[in-house]
Every structure is written in structure tokens, then in C-alpha cells.
Nanobody
């Protein structure tokens, strides 16, 4: 069994910072590409940031220069450091990851976390 869980969300004032974590657990062989999405009420889910297994990162234009995605392969964890938060960053943040487990290796399955709420007050 493989599980993916986000943590670190909360309420913060505009201009503040939060650090989200996405942790994979279970019978993992490797965690490949990981993505962070967010979904605001009434909006479509949008890609915020992504990181490859090799550590190459990409960002949505709306968060470039404010958000930083990083990974700790030894801990099977990916973090999203969010600085200078704005009210428009308010959303539920989800991570997904392509994970090769002992059952599927070398193939991988896509897993989603349950989401963590980020609320930025203006």
C-alpha cells in the first residue's frame, strides 16, 4: 500500500509564508515526478509547481518568484515553500506523485493526497 499526504496548510495574513509538505509512505521503490495543484472554490484545479525525480522544477507564472518546490528523496517528501502570500493564493492544495511500489516496479501509479487548506487573509 502507498499513501500520499499533505500537511502544513493554515490561515496566514497576506505577505506571510507557509510551507506545505507532501509525504509518501508505504512499500515505495521510488517517487518520480511530483506536482502541486490548487483549487479555489468554484474554480478549476490548476497546476502550481512540479518537480522531476532529478530535481528540475517548474512553476505557474502566478507563483514564480514566490513559491519554491523542493524534494528530499531520502524521506520521500516534497515541500512547497510559499512566500509573500496573496489572497488569491487561497485554495485547497493537493499534491500528486508518480510512485513505483514494490508491487508495480518498474511501472508507476499516480497517487493524490487528500488536500490541505490554505487561507490568506487580506
Amino acid at each position: 500500500q502507498v499513501q500520499l499526504a499533505e500537511s502544513g496548510g493554515g490561515l496566514v495574513q497576506a505577505g506571510g509564508s507557509l510551507r506545505l509538505s507532501c509525504a509518501a509512505s508505504g512499500s515505495i521503490v521510488s517517487v518520480n515526478d511530483v506536482e502541486w495543484y490548487r483549487q479555489a472554490p468554484g474554480e478549476q484545479r490548476e497546476l502550481v509547481a512540479a518537480i522531476t525525480s532529478g530535481g528540475r522544477a517548474n512553476y505557474a507564472d502566478s507563483v514564480k518568484g514566490r513559491f519554491t518546490i523542493s524534494r528530499d528523496n531520502a524521506k520521500n517528501t516534497v515541500s512547497l515553500q510559499m512566500n509573500n502570500l496573496k489572497s488569491e493564493d487561497t485554495a485547497v492544495y493537493y499534491c500528486n506523485a508518480r510512485i513505483s511500489s514494490r508491487r508495480t516496479w518498474p511501472a508507476s501509479d499516480l497517487y493524490w493526497g487528500q488536500g490541505t487548506q490554505v487561507t490568506v487573509s487580506s
